[in-house]
Nanobody, 115 residues
Framework: QVRLVESGGGLVQAGESMRLSCAAS????????MGWYRRAPGKQRDLVAT???????NYADSVKGRFTISRDNAKNTAYLQMDSLKPEDTAVYYC?????????WGKGTQVTVSS
């Protein structure tokens, strides 16, 4: 089994930056892709960004140009650098990992952006 632990969330003001981290541990054999999803109040969980084993990235239109996803393979860790944060970015952010035909999710970290 794989465990994912997010960190870095909190309360910030609009226009500021924040970096989220996701550390993976456990029975990790071959990570196909990692990513970040978020669930805003009253909405479904939506994709924010993903990064594959080949370092290909994909972003939601709402965060393109502001968010950057990266990974450190040696540490089995994914990051989400969030710049120019907006109140609309307020949500619980979840780390995602896919490997060996299974999906794994972190418990989430709250990001609140005040106006």
């Amino acid at each position: 089994q794989v465990r994912l632990v997010e960190s870095g969330g909190g309360l910030v003001q609009a226009g500021e930056s924040m970096r989220l981290s996701c550390a993976a541990s456990g029975s990790i054999f071959s990570i196909n892709r990692m990513g970040w999803y978020r669930r805003a109040p009253g909405k479904q969980r939506d994709l924010v960004a993903t990064i594959t084993s080949g370092s290909s990235t994909n972003y939601a239109d709402s965060v393109k140009g502001r968010f950057t996803i990266s990974r450190d393979n040696a540490k089995n860790t994914a990051y989400l650098q969030m710049d120019s944060l907006k109140p609309e970015d307020t949500a619980v952010y979840y780390c995602y990992l896919y490997e060996m035909g299974h999906d794994y999710w972190g418990k989430g970290t709250q990001v609140t952006v005040s106006s």
